[in-house]
């Protein structure tokens, strides 16, 4: 059954603002995991009976389901718990990056129900759209085919500028140039017919992270992740920011003192980027520079544990180039927590964490607490799980558009890409059938 958007004699206005109320409901319930009613109503600052009805047209939807009886010492009936229902909503996430591409479909709990990894230099725009297609058709099948109607749409997350900064990565880019000037969302858009969505894969590793690992119990941080290359994300006041050109949190690009290793490459001004110290190419650069024998990343866990020798001496090298831009980013953004996650082994992810505690331990300006650096909740799975929130956060979450009735913001406002990037929000051009179509008005609740 639909949600209902008001009676007929209520302003468009009273309707956005129930639209608003269902989300921050559905986002409450989200961060706390399960919850009564009271909690709930707590929670998105509403009262009880109001947030009771919402409730119950969510269960009718079936986004929100009954968990059992509240345990506890209380006096009366013990509460009923609710949860998001897992089975209420899916959405793909893709991941492309220069050395790995994958693909998850996740239900609305966050969690990844089946999965497709591929580790391999990227291939052709046009090859890689083939694959896609085919491996979003095989996750899907995983689920009955008439819960197929509950998926809302395809996350990309994808690093901007691919065909860029071929020196400091150590790579060729005689198969990346052409990425670019590719349309990545129209040509999903094409290959599959669903709803397409593209962002910074720094940015949505950062949102798997504030949906459903330390965002739930922290409302301000900086994220770090490093892959193949280094990517970042911010979060403030419980949202995610974008930027201008949608590279907030991009610490890439910050200049660092230019590598002590004899394997990294000389920069050829005095300053080189943190891009070229504190990612996965560096690493199997410096393996390679020692003698190890690595043909790809698929082979780096095997060969790094053979070589912890050069693995210390680049972890040392990482931590050191992440000193000065952690502590330049936390005191422009005044945030107490910094959340760096990887596609590395978390022996090696855990070893980089304690010496950069270490070194902003004794680096910090006086006055001033050095930040905490947490360990992030996804490791590989973090961009492809962000990507696929990218689409449940657009029809689920609140955000500023709302209340106003707007549905297209400008990009900086609502926090989701004008039409006009390459990396935006693309709708694919056809029409459900009426079957379809009432599903579609049931979960698109705002």
Request: hydrophobic share 45%; aromatic share 6%; proline share 5%.
């Amino acid at each position: 059954m639909p949600i209902e958007q008001g009676g007929p004699h209520q302003g468009s206005n009273s309707v956005s603002i129930r639209q608003f109320n269902v989300r921050v409901i559905l986002s409450a319930l989200r961060r706390l995991g399960s919850a009564s009613k009271a909690d709930i109503a707590r929670q998105a600052a509403l009262t009880t009976n109001a947030a009771g009805v919402i409730v119950r047209e969510l269960e009718r939807a079936g986004l929100v389901r009954e968990q059992g009886k509240k345990r506890g010492g209380g006096r009366g009936q013990p509460a009923t718990m609710l949860t998001l229902d897992p089975e209420g909503a899916y959405a793909v996430g893709i991941r492309i990056d220069r050395g790995a591409i994958e693909t998850v479909l996740v239900d609305f709990a966050g969690r990844p129900i089946a999965r497709r990894c591929h580790i391999m230099d990227l291939p052709s725009p046009e090859e890689t759209i083939a694959l896609l297609a085919r491996d979003v058709e095989t996750v899907l099948s995983t689920i009955e085919p008439e819960r197929r109607t509950h998926v809302v749409g395809i996350g990309v997350a994808a690093p901007y500028n691919l065909g860029s900064w071929m020196r400091e990565l150590g790579i060729s880019a005689s198969a990346l140039g052409r990425w670019d000037a590719f349309d990545i969302a129209a040509a999903l858009v094409t290959a599959t017919g669903y709803f397409v969505i593209v962002e910074n894969d720094g940015t949505a590793a950062a949102v798997a992270e504030l949906f459903y690992g330390h965002g739930r119990t922290l409302d301000d941080f900086l994220y770090l992740f490093i892959g193949p290359a280094i990517g970042g994300g911010v979060v403030l006041a419980g949202q995610y920011l974008r930027g201008v050109s949608g590279n907030a949190g991009d610490v890439a690009m910050i200049p660092v003192q230019p590598s002590a290793l004899s394997s990294a490459p000389r920069p050829e001004k005095v300053w080189d980027i943190l891009i070229s110290r504190a990612s996965i190419n560096a690493l199997v650069r410096h393996l390679r520079w020692s003698g190890a024998e690595l043909s790809g990343l698929a082979d780096l866990s095997s060969v790094a544990a053979r070589h912890s020798m050069a693995v210390e001496e680049w972890t040392d090298d990482c931590a050191d180039a992440l000193v000065v831009p952690v502590l330049a980013s936390v005191a422009v953004l005044d945030v107490a927590s910094v959340v760096i996650d990887s596609d590395l082994d978390r022996t090696i992810l855990d070893r980089i964490i304690g010496q950069l505690q270490r070194r902003l331990d004794d680096s910090v300006p006086e006055a001033r607490n050095p930040p905490r650096i947490l360990r992030g909740s996804f490791g590989k799975d973090a961009g492809a799980v962000g990507a696929a929130s990218l689409p449940l956060h657009l029809n689920f979450s609140p955000h500023s558009g709302i209340p106003t009735g707007r549905r297209d913001v400008p990009a900086g406002e609502s926090g989701w890409p004008a039409a006009q990037s390459q990396f935006a929000i693309h709708r694919p051009e056809f029409s459900l059938s009426n079957r379809d179509r009432r599903r579609s008005d049931e979960i698109l609740v705002g």
